[in-house]
T-cell receptor, first 110, second 113 residues
């Protein structure tokens, strides 16, 4: 099976930068996803990393280190609307289907 | 990416009844999935909807309780049968694209009374 670990909750200030970490233990790693989910809504795709390194998309960046079993999602210039749950999901073992972590609830305050 | 719609968006149903949820995608996709997300929990995969054959169910989910149809590459249905309050959840359709990405529909919020 897979073990995916991310912090339960984080708080940050509007305008600041926050880094949400995700560590995983798996065999046959084949990709890592980040999703944003606002309360009562469906998850929204943010990023998909297969190779090591940093991928930037506007205010959001995602980093992957396969050798360390580690990823992070970096959110810059935080806005109140960024308050949401952020889900890390790992695809591994030849399966197309990712396993989801429990999510990190991010609270952005003024 | 893919644009996914689900119907209904929400429903309140009585114990013992069944509800069929529809998922429509704006393009042909090979992979379609059904997930459940109970309050405060992460996503749990119910099954993979296979076009032209029976769905592949995850451990803990059975066809009699969650029958799934997938008549073509853009459409699928999930039925929640003989509902109980424990089935109250958000049900999400998801699709996988050719480049490995995976997207979710808006979800169906089900409350069973």
């Amino acid at each position: 099976g897979q073990n995916i670990d991310q912090p339960t909750e984080m708080t940050a200030t509007e305008g600041a930068i926050v880094q949400i970490n995700c560590t995983y233990q798996t065999s046959g790693f084949n990709g890592l996803f980040w999703y944003q989910q606002h309360a009562g809504e469906a998850p929204t795709f943010l990023s998909y990393n297969v190779l090591d390194g940093l991928e930037e998309k506007g205010r959001f960046s995602s980093f992957l280190s396969r050798s360390k079993g580690y990823s992070y999602l970096l959110l810059k210039e935080l806005q109140m609307k960024d308050s949401a749950s952020y889900l890390c999901a790992v695809r591994a073992g030849g399966s197309y289907i990712p396993t989801f972590g429990r999510g990190t609830s991010l609270i952005v305050h003024p | 990416s893919a644009v996914i719609s689900q119907k209904p968006s929400r429903d309140i149903c009585q114990r013992g009844t069944s509800l069929t949820i529809q998922c429509q995608v704006d393009s042909q996709v090979t992979m379609m999935f059904w997930y459940r997300q109970q309050p405060g929990q992460s996503l749990t995969l119910i099954a993979t909807a296979n076009q032209g054959s029976e769905a592949t169910y995850e451990s803990g989910f059975v066809i009699d309780k969650f029958p799934i149809s997938r008549p073509n590459l853009t459409f699928s249905t999930l039925t929640v049968s003989n509902m109980s309050p424990e089935d109250s959840s958000i049900y999400l359709c998801s699709v996988g694209t050719g480049d490995g990405e995976q997207y979710f529909g808006p979800g169906t919020r089900l409350t069973v009374t």
